[in-house]
């Protein structure tokens, strides 16, 4: 029983040194099942939507529909001859599926999926500076696409690896100035305040805490009534909060290289890019360290601006502690209203991965890859400056309600940006009109001119069939 409760009744700051090693190593089994598990279910959802989108089955061969196709794959990747080309740099070519893959892993770490401080995450200690760490982290993965881009000694591994390095460099600050956005409607660095602030709480009978579970020493304050997804960053400042939530699920699709800035691995230009030269395991790494990723950036989506583990009304996210006047929790155990109140945030958490994980696919199926120029454009002439100014007029707007004007404020600060979207509507129209003059004055035939071509009439003559004379059998 003492055990029992020093794993799972007693505080964090109540336990012996050798319950947390233990608890640390359950919330990490925990991440690694949920975190990589779900590899095989990306490859699967993505694989059978693509077949839905383009009109054709998609896998349905192994398993029930083709449920266990990702498993054979996988058995595949792994049986293949390990081929190891001849004049590559081993160390770092050997390096670098491990370099792309192991920040993804520690991604795992300050990801929450509850409220609890003991339970709510791997880490959930290192919450204090959750997103600090998470960028640290982020940053890491182009490394090992660059290592082996360069160990390869391939021109197009080489060249899929520069642009995969150009590319994190265009849209990395652009993500870290919408991230900002969202620290500053937080005020706070750590993950699980993030998803707390979008949310409204009950207190227990003490006004601070929340309502005891049973005998343990834990307290659950359930979602109020009047909390929602209106509370939620993405809909916050409107519409600058969703100015930076569609700035991070832009920059997200970059930092994970897929469609339509897949360009380090664009097939019809360089083979396979950086992975060009990579086999068996070695290339499953890099592999699942695409799809992990994809993931992680849509968990940190998640948290930032759509409620992390809060459901879209707060009565749906908990038991209900009374129904009709009868209490439900006081006739319920302890640990069975922990779980089940933990399981339903964890379930809501999972249902917007999903829709996160489907927008990621549709996208894909839907748009064309970008011409390289054409991503850079967008990167530092659009990406970059949309989200430097939607930042400062976030902190105007929490400026100005500070002041006598209150709310009001929020509305005097988004006149700025509604002059400076005039003016850009009207340069960008000016400009348009200027260069379809320039081409018009410059055409070989100018539009709206006869070409000199005279319609010829249609002469018609009628035509005579002449019958072949009948021959007689006889």
Partial sequence: ??????????????????AEVVRSVLRLVIALVGGLGSVPILVWLERRL????????????????????????ALKLITK?????????????????GVALAPVIMSLTVLPWGSSRDWGAVAPRLDTGGILLLLAIASIEVYGVILAGWSSNNKYSLLGSL???????????????????????????STIGIVQHQGVFELGPDGVSGYPIGESAYTWAPQAVSSGFWNW???????????????????????TNRAPFDLPEAETELVAGFHTEYSSFKFAMFFMGE??????V??????????????PWGPLGHIPMSVFGVPVWASLPGWFVDLSNTGIGILWLVLKWFALIGFFITVRATLPRLRYDMLMKL???????????????????????????????????????????????????????????EALSTALVPAGESVGIARLPIRREPVTVKMAPRVSED
């Fill in 298 to 311: 849509s968990a940190i989506a998640i948290v930032l601006f759509f409620g992390g583990y809060l459901a």
């Fill in 291 to 296: 799809y992990a990723n994809m993931g992680i």
């Fill in 163 to 189: 642009r995969a390095a150009s590319q994190v460099i265009s849209y990395e600050l652009g993500m870290g100035l919408s991230i900002l956005a969202v620290l500053l409607m937080a005020g706070q660095v």
């Fill in 379 to 437: 990167g530092w002439k659009g990406i970059i400056p949309v989200a430097l100014i939607n930042l400062l007029l976030i902190a105007l707007s929490m400026a100005l309600q500070q002041t006598k004007l209150g709310w009001f404020g929020h509305f005097v600060a988004l006149v700025p940006g509604v002059v400076l979207l005039g003016v850009l509507f009207l340069w960008k129209k000016s400009s348009y009109e200027a260069a379809a003059k």
């Fill in 233 to 255: 960053h993405f809909l916050a400042f409107f519409p600058l909060g969703l100015v930076a939530c569609g700035i991070y699920l832009i920059s997200m699709l970059a930092e």
């Fill in 81 to 97: 001859e390990d081929i190891t080309p001849t004049n590559v740099d081993k160390i770092l070519y050997y390096m670098a599926p």
């Fill in 50 to 73: 693509l077949g839905w989108y383009q009109g054709r089955l998609g896998p349905n061969r192994v398993g029930p529909q083709g449920l266990l196709q990702p498993l054979a794959d």
């Fill in 1 to 18: 029983m003492d055990i029992w409760q020093q794993l799972f009744v007693l505080p964090g700051d109540k336990i012996e040194w050798w």
